[in-house]
Structure formats: structure tokens, C-alpha cells
């Protein structure tokens, strides 16, 4: 297996940001993306907002997709504070569960499934969490729930885990395929995890500079 970098790795952090200044859309305003319904308790509903850059590319995505499968929105943006929250939640899980690591041990292991806040995509509105479904909007077998931790998985959520069906590998190579094809790169210790124009992304394809930093909702 290719060497997976971590959202916590210093490399991705000494990428610039080149704010291009780029709005946040609701994804929900066309009915161009099926989205699933699980965030919808988020009153202001952040969740489901991205960079139009990102959607732009998520459409492209979902245009190349075979017949009877679309594209099943579950998380885009995410307030910085949120991505805090989450974050630490799961460092302190992690050192209830082994209180022989070190601080940048747990950094490490969280940020295979939380980024750190600072160079989070998901708070830039350029990641967006999200799988495969039917017409009818049954999701498709893709080897894990979404948001399984690799503890609970046994490491099947990563993209390229092995310990999966072949129904599975093949559903995430549909959803691999169309969505490098429009141009979004995925974070590999999560199947559904994918960005554009953020730090990861560009540090992965080799740009200059992410077009995306940290945005709050209300300035969008």
C-alpha cells in the first residue's frame, strides 16, 4: 500500500492558503444532489453547504456515474467550533484507550478520522462526506457505515481496506473513479471522505496553494 498521509502531517500544514474568496451554497437548492436526511437536525443548516467550486465537481461526478446510482450527500461544510469539538472528543477517546501515548501519538491516530481544526476541509466548505445510492435512495454496500472509526471497523474504512466484499470494492471504485475524474482527491483512512481546494488536496496534487481556508457560515 502507498504511504497515507495524515491530516496531522506537517507537510499539509505548511500549505498555503490563497483564499480566493469563493461562496458557500446550499447544495439543497436544485435538488441536484440527493441529501440524505441524517444532518438535517442542524438548524441552520450548515451541513450542507460547500464551495460552488466543490459542487461544480461533485455534479461532474455524478454525471459519470453508471445508470440507477447517484450520489448521496451527507456532509459538506462544518463550523471550525464544530470541528473542535469533534476533534477533541475523539483525542480524549483515544487517550482514555491508551494512556501510554504521547500528545502528538494521539494527534496522530485522530486525525486518521477527525482532522485537526486548523487545516480542517470540511471547515473550509471544501470536503464533502458522502456514498452511493439507488434511485430510490437505498445506499449501496460500501463495506462500512459512513463515519465508522477504524477501531470499530477493524480498519475497513479505509479506502483501500481489504477486508471488505468484492460488492464493496467495487462500489467504492465507482465512487473513486467519477470523483477523480471531476477533480476531488480522497482522504484514504475514509472511504467517503473527498476535498477540493483545500490544504490536503493541494498538497496531494501538487498546487501551489489551497484556494479554500477557514470560513464561518454567516460570512458566505
Known sequence: MTEIVLMSDARVAAVPVQECGERLVDVRRDNSVLVDERKWRDPAGAFAHLRQGVLDRLLKAQAQLPQGIRLLFV????????????????????????????VEQVRSAASRYVSPPEIAPHSAGAAVDLTLADTDGRELDMGTRMNATPEESAGACYTQADNISDQARSNRDILGTALTAAGL????????????GDRYWAMMTGADAAHYGPKELDSA
Open 185 to 196: 482527491v480522497n482522504y484514504p483512512t475514509e472511504w467517503w471522505h473527498w476535498s477540493y
Open 75 to 102: 456532509e459538506g461544510y462544518r463550523p471550525p467550533s464544530l470541528q473542535r469539538h469533534y476533534f477533541d472528543e475523539y483525542g480524549d477517546q483515544l487517550r482514555a484507550d491508551h494512556p501510554d501515548w504521547s
